[in-house]
């Protein structure tokens, strides 16, 4: 998001700005900016966002003909559906009901959908609220954001647990290559779910070394947006909590 956020923020300065500010004399670089944004891999919005600016800036010199407060509009429409769109990743982790504490949690991961209980985080002992589970839940959740934030700058793989069963638990396997991009597979580890806390999960994190990936469960996405996903998670089980 934050290449993104940047030229956003270039480009709506530059429309409520004079001219003659120090600002805007150094967006007469801003076509190279742009180009800049048309390269890196799989990011589709940010060469729209490129685009937006090119125009915005051609308008500037009068050769398009058009209304600078349409252009103004229309970027500032694309930046909403640009925002939303480039933070949906197919990640979620949320309740099927607040009644019961067995088959009461559903992870989704793309089209592939799992069911499973939330008993051993009612039963943690360690807890600071014990029985309150949208607070674990918050707080398993921001353990995967700290977890995946280790994947960058270069990346490597971390584990995600969504289920912890008796025999066995189930994680999802973050892969980055480069720190930017990611796959996101759900699979299984023999480890069982009793054997570690739900909320202090990074030493069994780091050492899963049985991981067998779930057929046709995983997407791939950007770090940031994966991130954003997460977060956006966590906030709907504080405020459940609440």
């Given at each position: 998001?934050?290449?993104?956020?940047?030229?956003?923020?270039?480009?709506?300065?530059?429309?409520?700005t004079p001219a003659h500010w120090p600002f805007?004399?150094?967006?007469?670089?801003?076509?190279?900016l742009a180009a800049a944004t048309r390269n890196p891999v799989?990011?589709?919005v940010s060469g729209a966002f490129a685009i937006v600016v090119d125009i915005v800036l051609a308008a500037d010199k009068g050769n398009l003909g058009m209304s600078r407060a349409w252009l103004m509009l229309g970027m500032i429409a694309l930046v909403t559906v640009a925002a939303a769109a480039v933070n949906d990743v197919a990640v979620r982790l949320a309740r099927t009901t607040d009644q019961d504490i067995h088959d009461d949690l559903v992870l989704s991961l793309g089209t592939w959908r799992h069911v499973s209980d939330s008993f051993y985080?009612?039963?943690?002992?360690?807890a600071t609220a014990a029985k309150n589970?949208?607070?674990?839940?918050?707080r398993l959740l921001e353990q995967w954001g700290e977890l995946v934030s280790q994947l960058w700058p270069v990346g490597s793989s971390v584990f995600l647990p969504f289920d912890f069963s008796d025999e066995c638990t189930g994680w999802l396997r973050v892969t980055s290559q480069d720190g930017t991009h990611a796959r996101v597979g759900a699979g299984w580890s023999l480890i069982q779910g009793w054997r570690f806390n739900p909320s202090d999960i990074a030493d069994t994190a780091h050492r899963i070394s049985d991981f067998e990936p779930e057929a046709g469960a995983a997407v791939d996405c950007l770090i940031d947006d994966l991130l954003a996903t997460i977060t956006n998670n966590r906030r709907g089980f504080i405020q459940s909590s609440n």
């Amino acid at each position: 998001m934050a290449p993104l956020a940047l030229i956003a923020f270039t480009v709506i300065v530059h429309q409520l700005t004079p001219a003659h500010w120090p600002f805007n004399r150094f967006l007469e670089g801003a076509p190279a900016l742009a180009a800049a944004t048309r390269n890196p891999v799989g990011t589709g919005v940010s060469g729209a966002f490129a685009i937006v600016v090119d125009i915005v800036l051609a308008a500037d010199k009068g050769n398009l003909g058009m209304s600078r407060a349409w252009l103004m509009l229309g970027m500032i429409a694309l930046v909403t559906v640009a925002a939303a769109a480039v933070n949906d990743v197919a990640v979620r982790l949320a309740r099927t009901t607040d009644q019961d504490i067995h088959d009461d949690l559903v992870l989704s991961l793309g089209t592939w959908r799992h069911v499973s209980d939330s008993f051993y985080r009612a039963n943690n002992p360690t807890a600071t609220a014990a029985k309150n589970l949208p607070q674990q839940l918050a707080r398993l959740l921001e353990q995967w954001g700290e977890l995946v934030s280790q994947l960058w700058p270069v990346g490597s793989s971390v584990f995600l647990p969504f289920d912890f069963s008796d025999e066995c638990t189930g994680w999802l396997r973050v892969t980055s290559q480069d720190g930017t991009h990611a796959r996101v597979g759900a699979g299984w580890s023999l480890i069982q779910g009793w054997r570690f806390n739900p909320s202090d999960i990074a030493d069994t994190a780091h050492r899963i070394s049985d991981f067998e990936p779930e057929a046709g469960a995983a997407v791939d996405c950007l770090i940031d947006d994966l991130l954003a996903t997460i977060t956006n998670n966590r906030r709907g089980f504080i405020q459940s909590s609440n």
